[in-house]
């Protein structure tokens, strides 16, 4: 595309060389080889030619030769170029070659020269471009704002606006800036992207406030721009399962897997949605694929989703191996005291009443919320009355009752306090 300079621009303070005017008309005409063979002689002999070196750099820069124009740009510059061009097209080309802090400092050299409303927009919109690319978001917001109110009709103003407004969590006006890009050019890869990422966030801000209607509408639409990202449908299914809509959820959480075929927190997830239906086999059966791919510390949690499956269904024997498999994997203090606790009432059920009470130990040693100690010493007190262990039994009636007095604990401590003294 050619670097825009009006005839006007070319034609000011027309310097007395005979070559000057076939070098602007060559320029205009497009052919800018033409121009810088009708430029050099004079440059040669009038190194200090401030047109001469602007429209030279003009030329170079409309060839895509960045570096050629920066030097005679640059020279330009040193001669105390009046036209804002001369800064406008040296910090285009070293935006062209990834150096933003020299193309921000042209610019800011350049800018008092920026009088009229074409001048100021492409300051704007260039300035802005560099801080884009530096990721300095504010700052590009900043300049594509101004750009925009010049000029609202370049796309990528208002992608690099919108993709900038993102990136500042500014999300409703990302969303506004990035359909107004896409309106002007449909499809854009880049626009569509944010702008399913942008409407992705909103539906996480509405699931994370329970608003699962209004996320669900968010995710719809995040699908539409991003329809590749497994994360949308994964999300959709936890708004449907936190509104009881089994079939739709396990119908997102399947398309999640069709793109993240080896995630295993949709497996998790799917795996509890069954179970909440109690389809247990269908339960087991995926928290198992989730487990072949967890991490060691969300395989635990896991195990113990499974252990409490068997134990609902009164396998206990199957129960203890998960919930033992769970505390193998070493998970947080809180995790595994209520593994342990839960492990515990296994073994009461199984009626072995020595691995109960070590599960209880265990879990009270380490040291759960008060109501789950209570609720533990009250067990192991009914195992120790079980087997007429009086003074074990008081001591853990009294404990519980400690933690949480009720009439129950009452009971129990005055009739183990009679037992005693038979």
């Known amino acids: 595309m050619r670097i825009a300079a009006s005839a006007c621009m070319l034609l000011v303070a027309l310097p007395a060389f005979a070559d000057w005017k076939q070098a602007v008309a060559y320029y205009q005409q497009g052919q800018f080889d033409k121009c810088i063979q009708e430029l050099k002689p004079d440059l040669d002999k009038n190194p200090d030619w401030e047109s001469g070196h602007r429209l030279a750099g003009l030329c170079y820069l409309n060839l895509k030769n960045n570096a050629l124009a920066i030097v005679e740009l640059s020279r330009a510059v040193q001669l105390q170029s009046k036209e804002f061009a001369t800064y406008r097209a040296l910090a285009q080309a070293y935006f062209n070659i990834g150096k933003f802090d020299n193309c921000l400092q042209a610019l800011d050299q350049g800018e008092q020269f920026a009088k009229q409303p074409g001048d100021l927009y492409e300051l704007r919109r260039l300035r802005g471009a560099a801080y884009y690319r530096q990721q300095k978001y504010g700052d590009a917001a900043e300049d594509l704002a101004v750009a925009i109110r010049i000029k609202p009709t370049e796309w990528v103003d208002f992608s690099q606006l919108g993709i900038a407004y993102f990136n500042l969590n500014r999300n409703e006006e990302a969303i506004q800036m990035l359909q107004k890009a896409l309106a002007l050019k449909p499809g854009e890869e880049a626009a569509s992207g944010v702008l399913g990422r942008a409407y992705f966030k909103q539906g996480v801000s509405a699931l994370s406030n329970k608003q699962y209607d209004q996320a669900l509408d968010m995710f719809r639409r995040a699908g539409t721009y991003a329809p590749n990202d497994g994360y949308i449908f994964y999300n959709s299914g936890e708004a449907h399962l936190f509104l009881n809509n089994f079939a739709e959820a396990e119908k997102a959480y399947n398309q999640a897997l069709t793109i993240m075929p080896r995630n295993p927190d949709i497996y998790q997830r799917l795996g509890y949605l069954f179970e909440k239906q109690k389809k247990w086999d269908q339960a087991l059966s995926t928290y198992q ?101 009086w003074d074990e039994a008081l001591s853990a009636y009294q404990k519980s009752n400690e933690l949480k007095p009720s009439p129950a604990l009452k009971e129990a401590i005055a009739r183990v306090t009679e037992q005693k003294k038979k």
């Open 289 to 389: 694929k989730a487990a072949d791919l967890a991490q060691p510390n969300v395989k635990a949690d896991i195990f113990q989703r499974m252990g409490m499956i068997h134990e609902n269904n009164k396998k206990y024997d199957l129960a203890a191996g998960f919930y033992k498999r769970a505390i193998d994997l070493n998970p947080p203090a809180p995790v595994k005291a209520d593994i342990h606790q839960r492990l515990a009432t296994v073994y009461e059920n199984l009626k072995n009443y020595d691995l109960a009470l070590a599960s209880y130990q265990k879990a009270t040693e380490l040291n759960p919320p008060a109501a789950a100690r209570a609720e533990m010493f009250y067990r192991t007190g009914m195992i120790f009355e079980l087997q007429s262990k």
